[in-house]
């Protein structure tokens, strides 16, 4: 007999979708990620789905501590267009984030990166990954393969989609198993790539996509404010709706 107190699988996965979100503070070096949490997080990613079922990604695992270490030390380089583009999507207060229902807060960014004519600091060391990447146990590489394209799509855009299927279930089993995840844009840009690619030596048909941090959160959780726009503001029933029209 099914126990008619426990949730439904849709009220259950409801719950991960919601609960989910990205765990960028410290991780807890002393916590593992368990062989059998790594394990369904790629057969999780292993059954998304693609475009013409594809399958258009590799995954780097890196779990050696020297390795880590090694991806900390690589440099960044700022990008202006980055700092301009970040700006303009930024919120300066919780009222301001609440309205808009997009975008981040500026709080979340150095305060050298919270002005409109901010440019990539270039005095003093150059920064690195190191406070990221420190304690955390587990980094996945996820690399693209642009030669397994699912035809006619026009610039790979179904297979870029299929990278973002990828990611999600990956993240919705972490969230599910309790492994914190965040991803990190940041290697597949200037001054990193390069660097990542000789260290895990990357084959050059191959493009990093994306990262995935993962590790046992340290400490509660911060307070940080979650948005999203009302589905109201973004569903068209019928007929598509110009905001403001009556
Ligand atoms: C394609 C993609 C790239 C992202 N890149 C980064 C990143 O480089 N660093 C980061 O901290 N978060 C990154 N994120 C996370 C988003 O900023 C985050 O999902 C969004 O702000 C909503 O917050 P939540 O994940 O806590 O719900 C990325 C998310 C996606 C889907």
């Given at each position: 007999?099914?126990?008619?107190?426990?949730?439904?699988?849709?009220?259950?996965?409801?719950?991960?979708?919601?609960?989910?979100?990205?765990?960028?503070?410290?991780y807890?070096a002393?916590?593992?990620?368990?062989?059998?949490?790594?394990?369904?997080?790629?057969?999780?990613?292993?059954?998304?789905?693609?475009?013409?079922?594809?399958?258009?990604?590799?995954i780097v695992v890196i779990d050696d501590p020297s390795t880590l270490a090694a991806v900390g030390r690589l440099q960044p380089g700022?990008?202006?267009?980055?700092?301009?583009?970040?700006?303009?999507?930024?919120?300066?207060?919780?009222?301001?984030?609440?309205?808009?229902?997009?975008?981040?807060?500026?709080?979340?960014?150095?305060?050298?990166?919270?002005?409109?004519?901010?440019?990539?600091?270039?005095?003093?060391e150059p920064a690195t990954l190191e406070a990221t990447m420190r304690s955390c146990p587990v980094v996945l590489i996820?690399l693209?393969?642009?030669?397994?394209?699912?035809?006619?799509?026009?610039?790979?855009?179904?297979?870029?989609?299929?990278?973002?299927?990828?990611?999600?279930?990956?993240?919705?089993?972490?969230?599910?198993?309790?492994?914190?995840?965040?991803?990190m844009?940041v290697f597949g840009g200037?001054g990193v790539e390069d660097g990542l690619r000789s260290l895990l030596s990357i084959?050059?048909?191959?493009?990093i996509?994306?990262a995935c941090r993962l590790g046992?959160?340290?400490?509660?959780?911060?307070?940080?404010?979650?948005?999203?726009?009302?589905?109201?503001?973004?569903?068209?029933?019928?007929?598509?709706?110009?905001?403001?029209?009556?």
């Amino acid at each position: 007999m099914p126990d008619a107190r426990a949730p439904d699988a849709a009220t259950c996965l409801g719950e991960i979708i919601r609960n989910r979100r990205s765990e960028r503070g410290p991780y807890d070096a002393s916590q593992a990620v368990e062989a059998a949490d790594l394990d369904a997080i790629l057969e999780a990613g292993r059954w998304a789905p693609t475009a013409h079922n594809m399958q258009n990604y590799e995954i780097v695992v890196i779990d050696d501590p020297s390795t880590l270490a090694a991806v900390g030390r690589l440099q960044p380089g700022g990008s202006g267009d980055f700092l301009k583009e970040n700006y303009a999507q930024l919120s300066f207060s919780e009222e301001e984030l609440i309205r808009k229902g997009t975008g981040l807060l500026a709080t979340m960014f150095p305060p050298s990166w919270r002005t409109p004519d901010a440019e990539p600091d270039t005095s003093g060391e150059p920064a690195t990954l190191e406070a990221t990447m420190r304690s955390c146990p587990v980094v996945l590489i996820v690399l693209y393969d642009p030669r397994r394209r699912a035809p006619a799509s026009e610039g790979d855009v179904l297979g870029i989609m299929s990278l973002g299927c990828l990611m999600q279930n990956m993240w919705l089993m972490a969230q599910a198993r309790g492994i914190g995840m965040q991803i990190m844009s940041v290697f597949g840009g200037d001054g990193v790539e390069d660097g990542l690619r000789s260290l895990l030596s990357i084959p050059s048909h191959l493009q990093i996509a994306f990262a995935c941090r993962l590790g046992h959160r340290a400490g509660e959780p911060r307070p940080q404010l979650r948005v999203r726009r009302p589905v109201d503001r973004f569903v068209h029933l019928n007929v598509y709706a110009h905001p403001g029209a009556s």
